[in-house]
């Protein structure tokens, strides 16, 4: 009977093991998860990919700076559709200096006789000159609903952060336009 108390003692113990245990794969894992969204983003922008750009962090963080006119950047504008419209920039390119701000109007036209939800990605070349993109207001921030048949002109507004790499000068700014939710979505 002297056993009895004994084997208590080792199941007690045994319990507090596995609960120690649960308690630090509990932690990893809550740690895992929270890692997971830098982790991802850093993922993204190693690979270039460019997926629902938030405003650039940098915004709220400008600093007045001259505008470098000895320097002449080039932007390109470049429209990609995957959807039911016509989606293109009002302008093929411009010339601007960095640390100016400038402003291009993309068009879209929903050629449906349904609403539909949108978004754009943008991207660009070379892939070294997104880290001084800075747009100040951009349609890529948030999803567009465009209703049937309805045209509409976005705006970006944007500046080439000075400390871009003096051999840069050309900027292709390119957005690929696609709906959420697919033609099968259920209008609203």
């Not at 890692?35 to 991802?40: D, F, N, Q, R, S």
């Not at 507004?157 to 033609?183: C, H, N, Q, W």
Request: glycine content about 6%; overall charge positive.
């Amino acid at each position: 009977m002297e056993q009895q108390p004994n084997m208590n003692g080792q199941h007690s113990k045994l319990n507090k093991q596995m609960l120690g245990k649960l308690l630090v794969v509990a932690v990893m894992m809550f740690g895992f998860g929270y890692a997971l969204v830098p982790i991802y983003k850093k993922i993204c922008e190693i690979t270039g990919i460019n997926l629902l750009t938030p405003k650039d962090s940098m915004v709220g963080d400008i600093k007045n700076t001259q505008v470098d006119k000895t320097r002449t950047i080039t932007i390109e504008f470049d429209a990609n559709v995957q959807g039911p419209w016509r989606f293109r920039p009002t302008v093929t390119s411009m010339q601007v200096h960095p640390g100016e701000m400038a402003q291009v109007v993309y068009e879209v036209v929903n050629t449906q006789s349904r609403n539909i939800d949108a978004q754009a990605i943008p991207s660009y070349a070379p892939q070294q000159a997104s880290s001084h993109f800075k747009k100040m207001e951009c349609f890529c921030f948030k999803q567009q609903t465009l209703g049937p048949n309805e045209a509409k002109q976005m705006p970006v507004v944007f500046y080439v952060d000075p400390a871009l790499p003096k051999d840069v000068k050309t900027i292709t700014l390119s957005y690929t336009f696609f709906e959420i939710g697919g033609p099968g979505k259920k209008s609203s």
